[in-house]
């Protein structure tokens, strides 16, 4: 019998079964808690006296039918469309994805190993599998890919969410992903797969901008075919063949044919291993009128700036709000536009400040930089005529992520246009801290020494495109917060999700260029502009943000006189959306040290 104010029976067995379908606990303890509320029944009192070994004979059959595969547990680690299997300890596949099945067949219960001249042979499996299969799994699992997941089941550090890596299979030279599940102690395999090639010709035109011709030459090229064949195969000249190789080459950032068509292996692999369906976002400009890159439609507008069209969000104060402040002029970051969730906008609107924030050059519905006029000119530009269409006086700047360089340029160029400046989770220059180590998969990208290349730069930038815009994002997302819990409960937040997906759509809906423009600012380091600051700055970080580490943002912070650095605690990346009462009371704390200076 349960103690006095204890669960009910009834309310235990519940509890059993969803225990039970999560994989927490065993058949054998489910069965017995299903008998113990059977024998003692809702009420508290034995209800099947004279018939208890019949029921329990239903319970049985019942809990037979109820329960689930013995793979069960692993189903959140296969679903959607993309290529998986999962892998136990013993080496054994334990699970698959529903496209793997339709691929391969039924292969639950078969083994994989590496003999001694580490060739992948199958384990168990003759039994299980044809011949046919067992030599796609060959395939598949090179000894690459084996010796890989013997190297992430030997990682028995502290236990983490994840921990990934990426294999080159050695057929294509496409990219395997292992992600190990710690919880479950697996290895989650995810292949490249080969629906994705269809719909190469749609990622080439829109993210690296080839033409129709172009792409139908590289897709013979990938096949091996030298430019005489396939001059006879397209009935064009040799030099017509060779003028649109070599475009081909300038539009890839390659010098080689073995290079372009790695590019295309690359591009397929990124999009595939995102685990989501091909659903290309439209390549032409939003519809007058219409922001379809937008979480909220309703906050954004347009201007014209000597005849070029720059969105932009304007956020209005509340009537009702006890005083107004300055306004706020908003820079936003590489992946997110200007436009903020409804918890920083209402208290943004409560404490009396009016928001302001144009999207960048390129980005959202802004048209790229004049003709001769830079990037960052062109972004410095469209802020101050954004702050004069709404008759804004001198305010308060608020840097996000990217935008940090293009705020502080703005402070620079208009000291008089400006009263504070407030960075939150700026990126700055990775060079003024070599000997930093980096902790994100973000750092470890922007710290290698392939990023100095302009060559490797471009094509690093031309790839994420593509793997965002085809189905990467919600991958990226999840990616940028495996080291900050605070992340991880933000983007649980539909507002906060949905509107970092938007922030994705502004910046692929438009192509490459404005991206390739921000980045290029990482190229340089711009730290020498920090000392030349001088108005009230606060710097907000997060103490787990994977893009910038926090000891880089406190040297930073340092370099600006008289600069207050605050670091928050329990949270990454997302300090704008998750955490807006420290953003406030800095842009207060600015606005008031300005205020009394005057």
Same mark, same amino acid.
């Given at each position: ?190 292949l490249p797969g080969v629906s994705w090639s269809r719909n190469i010709s749609v990622i080439l035109a829109g993210s690296l901008g080839l033409s129709p011709s172009e792409i139908e030459v590289l897709e013979l090229m990938a096949y091996g075919k030298s430019n005489v064949d396939i001059s006879k195969e397209r009935s064009r000249s040799v030099d017509t063949v060779k003028s649109q190789t070599q475009a081909i080459f300038r539009k890839l950032g390659v010098t080689s044919r073995v290079e372009a068509v790695q ?85 943004? =609107?409560?404490? %009396?400040?009016? *928001?302001?924030? +144009?999207?960048? @050059?390129?980005?959202? #519905? ?5 003709? !001769? ?43 008089? =246009?400006?009263? %504070?400046?407030? *960075?939150?989770? +700026?990126?700055? @220059?990775?060079?003024? #801290? ?5 902790? !994100? ?158």
């Open positions: 019998m349960n103690a006095v104010g204890g669960p009910t029976p009834l309310t235990q067995a519940i509890e059993a079964i969803y225990s039970y379908f999560k994989g927490e606990q065993e058949f054998t303890d489910f069965m017995q808690d299903l008998e113990d509320f059977l024998v003692v029944g809702e009420t508290g009192h034995p209800d099947f006296s004279g018939e208890i070994e019949t029921h329990f004979q239903i319970a049985a059959e019942l809990a037979q039918v109820m329960a689930p595969a013995p793979e069960a547990k692993y189903r959140g680690l296969v679903e959607g469309p993309a290529l998986k299997l999962v892998v136990d300890r013993a080496f054994r596949i334990v699970a698959q994805s529903a496209e793997a099945r339709r691929i391969f067949g039924y292969l639950e219960g078969v083994g994989i190993k590496l003999d001694k001249s580490r060739q992948t042979i199958i384990a168990d499996g003759e039994d299980l599998c044809t011949a046919e299969q067992i030599d796609q799994v060959r395939q598949h699992f090179s000894g690459a890919v084996v010796a890989g997941i013997a190297l992430l089941f030997g990682q028995n550090e502290v236990p983490q969410p994840s921990r990934r890596s990426f294999i080159r299979t050695e057929g294509d030279g496409g990219f395997v992903s292992l992600t190990r599940d710690d919880a479950l102690d697996v290895i989650v395999i995810t590019v295309v292996n690359d591009l397929i692999s990124l999009a595939a291993l995102s685990g989501e369906p091909f659903t290309p976002v439209s390549l032409e400009g939003p519809a007058p009128g219409n922001f379809p890159f937008a979480q909220d439609g309703s906050a954004w507008r347009r201007m014209t700036v000597e005849g070029r069209t720059v969105s932009y969000v304007h956020y209005p104060i509340d009537r009702r709000a006890r005083q107004k402040r300055p306004p706020v002029l908003m820079f936003h970051g590489l992946l997110q536009s200007p436009e903020l969730s409804p918890a920083i906008r209402q208290s943004l =609107r409560q404490s %009396g400040f009016e *928001l302001l924030g +144009a999207s960048k @050059p390129g980005y959202g #519905a802004s048209d790229g930089p004049r003709r !001769g006029t830079s990037f960052m000119h062109t972004c410095v530009d469209d802020a101050l005529h954004l702050c004069d269409r709404h008759d804004a006086g001198p305010c308060l700047v608020l840097g996000h992520l990217f935008g940090a360089k293009a705020a502080i340029e703005f402070c620079l160029a208009y000291p008089e =246009r400006v009263r %504070g400046l407030v *960075l939150c989770s +700026a990126y700055f @220059p990775l060079q003024i #801290a070599d000997h930093l180590m980096p902790t !994100g998969g973000l750092q470890k990208l922007a710290m290698s020494s392939g990023i100095a290349s302009w060559a490797a730069h471009r094509f690093i930038a031309l790839t994420a495109v593509s793997y965002l815009r085809y189905g990467g994002s919600r991958r990226y997302l999840s990616t940028l917060t495996e080291h900050s819990n605070g992340d991880r409960q933000a983007i649980r937040d539909p507002e906060i999700y949905g509107l970092l997906r938007a922030g994705i759509r502004h910046v692929t809906i438009g192509g490459a260029s404005a991206f390739l423009a921000d980045t290029s600012s990482s190229n340089s380091d711009w730290s020498n502009l920090l000392p030349m600051l001088n108005l009230p700055v606060v710097v907000l970080h997060g103490d787990s943000d994977p893009a910038v580490n926090p000891q880089l943002a406190r040297i930073a912070a340092s370099r600006i006189p008289g600069c207050r650095y605050e670091e928050v605690e329990g949270i990454g990346q997302h300090v704008l959306h998750a955490r807006p009462d420290r953003v406030v009371a800095a842009l207060e704390e600015v606005g008031a040290v300005a205020e009394t200076a005057a």
